[in-house]
């Protein structure tokens, strides 16, 4: 009994970083790894949800799960946006040492999840027949998928208490006990996955409910430990109120990082739409493509949230020399470890195109669209630290601006020109997804080497 109580003490106490001072490369990769392991969680969950429903369920309901993807990745896009928001502020905040702020900024972060909850859940399941028909969901696959969806805005607290959670522990630092809660609520929704679909025999609606389920234990557990912290982070129920200078400064930030999610995720329906144009086989290659695609953006992603939360803290001290050497180191780790797996997976496609899928056609496509887009990951390593720095900084307009022209606007009108006037053909096509970071990366590095975005500290001297 003892020794469980002295691992829990030790849990619970402070596991915040201090990113003003030490090694530079050792806190931004102590801050990534746990990140990029629960990430890799999140996407072995989601890949065995899939396997459940399509090999247990049946293809209405393997059709139903895949459709509601782009509504739930908007969704989860805005709110991430927002939780982004919180987070830079509590970042500077923090690294300022101005704690009271901390305080204000963590209750007001907490009071506007519950209130925007509420508002989720009512729009969320009202809207649920419209979006599925703004989305021409066949008629057979649309019961399944209402249910689905209905089932998932219904417990959507837990989703968002989460990431508004972890957001606020990585804030300050704290990557690792996130990523412990990740790790618990994946294991559990798999298994619930296994237990209603298989045993109960509960079809589309047992996936949902083992999704939500997950989500609000690992809610409550983030909650908890943030309630028994001993950090500036220490919430207190009496204290969850609205601060209105503070609220305004999450908005500034986190509205266009939402907006720029959000639409982003969205615009991915028009493109499958271009792909779905060259036939069945075409569209399992890309699939297969999209699934590995997922896991080769991992590790920059979670070297720029790293980036986020560095230059956020060094800003919060006005330290300008040391957010650029984060940045810099930020940019090499991520584009070291993305070199790292192009590699294997130039050389290896067919094969793992292979594991989704053993028909000759879609190897094919799968294999022609890793092999000609993979060496053009390099470009976003750029594209996405340096966003992830400039919203660190507080400036996250310009980042939404500039992704929202490269990767709707400019991409749209690439493949309605390429489509109509040049060429028809897939991999031109598939090619917009490269043009797009291209066009976002060069027009993010112009901004960052020449603009002053360190003005954009948000904290009071």
Not at 41 to 63: I, R
Not at 122 to 151: D, H
């Amino acid at each position: 009994m003892k020794t469980t109580a002295v691992k829990l003490k030790t849990f619970l106490s402070r596991r915040d970083v201090d990113m003003t001072r030490g090694n530079v490369y050792g806190l931004l990769i102590r801050f990534a790894v746990p990140l990029l392991l629960g990430n890799l969680f999140q996407q072995l969950y989601n890949t065995v949800d899939t396997w459940v429903v399509g090999n247990y369920v049946g293809k209405e309901a393997f059709s139903a799960v895949g459709t509601v993807n782009p509504i739930l990745n908007m969704l989860i896009g805005f709110f991430m946006g927002l939780s982004t928001g919180a987070g830079v502020v509590i970042s500077q905040y923090y690294g300022a040492k101005q704690e009271d702020k901390v305080q204000e900024t963590v209750h007001t972060a907490l009071m506007m999840t519950l209130l925007l909850g509420v508002v989720f859940t009512a729009v969320g399941v009202w809207m649920t027949p419209y979006m599925l028909t703004f989305m021409q969901t066949p008629p057979e696959v649309f019961p399944e998928a209402r249910r689905y969806l209905t089932i998932y805005f219904s417990g959507i607290f837990g989703l968002m208490l989460y990431n508004m959670g972890a957001g606020i522990l990585r804030a300050v630092g704290d990557s690792q006990r996130p990523f412990y809660f990740l790790v618990l609520s994946t294991t559990l929704n798999i298994a619930l996955d296994l237990l209603f679909v298989l045993v109960f025999r509960m079809g589309v609606a047992g996936v949902a409910y083992a999704t939500i389920l997950a989500q609000a234990i690992s809610a409550v557990l983030v909650l908890m430990l943030l309630m028994r912290s001993t950090n500036c982070c220490r919430v207190s129920l009496k204290k969850l109120k609205l601060h209105i200078p503070v609220l305004k400064k999450i908005v500034r930030v986190g509205i266009p990082a939402a907006v720029q999610m959000a639409i982003t995720a969205f615009s991915n329906v028009f493109v499958q739409s271009y792909i779905n144009h060259f036939g069945a086989d075409c569209m399992g290659g890309w699939t297969a493509y999209a699934k590995i695609d997922a896991f080769l953006f991992l590790p920059m992603q979670s070297v720029a949230m790293g980036a986020t939360t560095f230059v956020g803290q060094n800003l919060g001290v006005n330290d300008v020399d040391r957010a650029r050497q984060g940045v810099g180191a930020a940019l090499r780790i991520a584009m070291l470890i993305t070199l790292c797996l192009m590699v294997p997976v130039i050389a290896f496609a067919p094969h793992l195109v292979r594991f989704f899928n053993d028909t000759p056609e879609v190897i094919r496509f799968g294999t022609l669209f890793l092999r000609r887009i993979t060496p053009f990951y390099v470009l976003c390593c750029v594209n996405q630290v340096l966003a992830g720095s400039l919203r660190g900084a507080g400036d996250s307009r310009t980042p939404m601006f500039i992704m929202l022209f490269s990767f709707v606007i400019f991409r749209q009108i690439y493949l309605f020109v390429m489509t109509q006037f040049i060429s028809n053909t897939i991999l031109p096509v598939a090619m917009g997804y490269p043009a797009g970071w291209l066009v976002c990366s060069t027009i993010t590095y112009l901004y960052f080497r020449f603009a002053h975005w360190e003005k954009h500290r948000i904290v009071e001297e």
